[in-house]
Structure formats: structure tokens, C-alpha cells
């Protein structure tokens, strides 16, 4: 079955740095894009970045110039490099492909911004 696995998420302090990762398992990711969402407690999901199949990106204007997307050569697998955590990050982050198939929503990666 295939499907998508979020990690690399944790405990970070203000102005800290994580990356996560989200490895897709067969071709799922190979000639699609990939997004980035996250879900604060009591808040919607929340779009955070996108990278098309060509490599083109986009970002929410709340994470631009502080967050990266990007995905490995063979294509299996898509980051986002986080820099400058702010305790508004805090929220547990989902990674789908672009198109969004609703089957790949999985369990997500918990990041806490906290001193």
C-alpha cells in the first residue's frame, strides 16, 4: 500500500532550526509535486508549502524566507527545512502530494516551539 511517513519533528527553541522529512514509498512522489500542511490544536489545517513536479515553489506568507521545501534526486523524498522557529509553528505537520490524494494524509510529525 502505498503510502506517505512524516519525521524529523520534536522540541526546538525560539529562533531554532529542524528539518523534516517525508519519505513516499513506491513512484509516489515521482511525477507529482508535494505539499506541506500543519494543524495547530483547536486551529484548520493550514497550507504551508509547495513544490511542483518541475522543482517550482511556493510558500504561506507566514513561513516565506524562514522555511525550504525541496525533495532528493531520485525523487522519493521531500523536506522542509525549517529556520527561525517561532512558538506560532508549533503544530503537528502533514505532507501530502500535489495534486492532494486523501488517502496519503497520514499521522503527521509533531514540532513544538517552546523555551
Known amino acids: 500500500q502505498e503510502q506517505v511517513v512524516e519525521s524529523g519533528g520534536g522540541l526546538v527553541q525560539p529562533g531554532g532550526s529542524l528539518r523534516l522529512s517525508c519519505a513516499g514509498s513506491g513512484s509516489i512522489f515521482s511525477s507529482a509535486g508535494a505539499v506541506w500542511y500543519r494543524q495547530a490544536p483547536g486551529k484548520q489545517r493550514q497550507w504551508v508549502a509547495t513544490i511542483g513536479a518541475s522543482g517550482v515553489t511556493g510558500y504561506a506568507d507566514s513561513v516565506k524566507g524562514r522555511f525550504t521545501i525541496s525533495r532528493d534526486n531520485a525523487g522519493n523524498t521531500v523536506y522542509l527545512q525549517m529556520n527561525s522557529l517561532k512558538p506560532e509553528d508549533t503544530a503537528v505537520y502533514y505532507c501530502?502530494?500535489?495534486?492532494?490524494?486523501?488517502?496519503?494524509w497520514g499521522q503527521g510529525t509533531q514540532v513544538t516551539v517552546s523555551s
Open positions: 501530502n502530494t500535489y495534486p492532494i490524494l486523501e488517502r496519503y
